[in-house]
């Protein structure tokens, strides 16, 4: 025990010169940008565990060009943006009061998360029936491939919202628009499909030819009276296409935070998982893992950084603020570490039907205890005093 106890001392040594070096070292006289610096601490100097030339995990929505439009604006990620995040893309939208996200599809999947205020949907199934609901702050909705949909802002504020997309390469300049798609067939046509005389179309012809996409319309009346109105011989749709996960019991809870999960298991319409996560300041999203699928997150509220171990000896860390998306490879291990006063609010975002990750503290664990504590060389007592069943979010 002594040579073990001499050892530890001269390793404590090493790291305290390490450090004083590191501190010396790390000073940056020249010109820099002091707002990325004041926003990024640990990405401006990194901690002395950071290694080798690990790809960028960081973007946010703050620095993405905004599309204005009478009614709203728009702002989105994508694999242009975002190269690390192949199989995810998001949106950011809001809406005033009436403001309309113009009736339309997508060939991806599109999952949704009331960031603020209120907003009415509207859909029609794969069996052609109408879905018509009012959704608010803290509800998912989650629309398949296909399905036809609007959003409308309502009284008093209009909405804001996130949009998560099953494909990097999504582009909402690149989706299936009502009068986009009728301006461009020729009028002779679609009056013979409706029906009606080629003059009643005049005023749709009058459309940009990109479509509406975003416009100011006045407030919809009551919501029973929509969905009176669209029900017909079919009725209303059976499929929930909305999840209200602003009432939702957590699914972990510590004195250091909780997390809600939401997949297919209880909300069964969606393809993509997600975690919404809550770090009390101080605490930590525990090291951990997710095997099934990449991780791509959006941060609402407080501060906090976040490690990625890419294998090979490369780690990199990165500070995270409202607005940010981040992005972790499958199976690559991280930790979320709240860094600010208040609560840090983030969720996380997976392209599969179910949420699965793996706990560093449950995996030791549940190892020979000689095995772990040969790897860690640490004693039986530190091993034993590691939680067994994984916390989620840990104490500070």
Request: hydrophobic residues 35%; contains cysteine.
């Amino acid at each position: 025990m002594a040579g073990l106890a001499l050892s530890r001392a001269q390793a404590q040594d090493i790291e305290k010169v390490s450090q004083a070096q590191h501190d010396k070292s790390m000073t940056d006289p020249g010109p820099e940008n002091k707002g990325l610096s004041d926003i990024s601490p640990n990405g401006f100097v990194p901690p002395p565990t950071d290694h080798g030339e690990a790809p960028e995990f960081w973007n946010s929505f703050s620095i993405a060009h905004r599309r204005i439009q009478p009614g709203g604006w728009t702002r989105q990620v994508t694999v242009e943006d975002f190269p690390i995040s192949k199989d995810i893309a998001g949106v950011n939208m809001r809406l005033t009061a009436g403001g309309i996200r113009e009736l339309h599809w997508h060939e991806a999947a599109e999952w949704a998360l009331m960031l603020s205020g209120k907003a009415r949907l509207t859909a029609l199934d794969y069996e052609q029936r109408a879905y018509v609901k009012d959704v608010v702050q803290g509800d998912l909705w989650f629309f398949p491939p296909g399905v036809p949909h609007s959003i409308q802002g309502l009284e008093p504020d209009g909405c804001e919202f996130l949009l998560v997309f099953d494909n990097g390469n999504f582009s909402e300049g690149n989706t299936t628009l009502l009068t986009d798609w009728l301006r461009h067939v020729p009028r002779e046509v679609l009056a013979k499909n409706w029906g009606v005389p080629d003059q009643a179309l005049n005023d749709l012809y009058t459309v940009p030819a990109e479509g509406l996409f975003i416009f100011q319309k006045g407030v919809p009346g009551p919501l029973a009276d929509d969905q009176h109105a669209v029900a017909g011989d079919k009725g209303l749709t059976p499929v929930a296409f909305d999840f209200p996960m602003h009432s939702m019991d957590p699914t972990f809870k510590t004195k250091s935070g909780e997390v809600r999960i939401v997949d297919s298991r209880n909300f069964p319409v969606t393809t993509i998982s997600m975690a919404h996560v809550i770090v009390k300041p101080g605490g930590l999203r525990e090291l951990h893992w997710h095997p099934n699928a990449n991780e791509w997150q959006y941060y609402l509220e407080g501060t906090g950084r976040m490690t990625v171990f890419f294998t090979a000896a490369k780690a990199r860390t990165m500070d995270f603020n409202p607005g940010d998306v981040g992005y972790v490879p499958q199976t690559f291990g991280h930790y979320i570490e709240n860094t600010g006063d208040k609560d840090l609010i983030f969720i996380e975002m997976f392209k599969d039907v179910r949420y699965h990750d793996l706990s560093l503290s449950t995996w030791v664990t549940h190892a020979p205890e000689q095995l772990i504590t040969d790897h860690l060389r640490i004693t039986p007592e530190t091993l034993h005093a590691i939680p067994r069943g994984g916390s989620t979010v840990v104490p500070s």
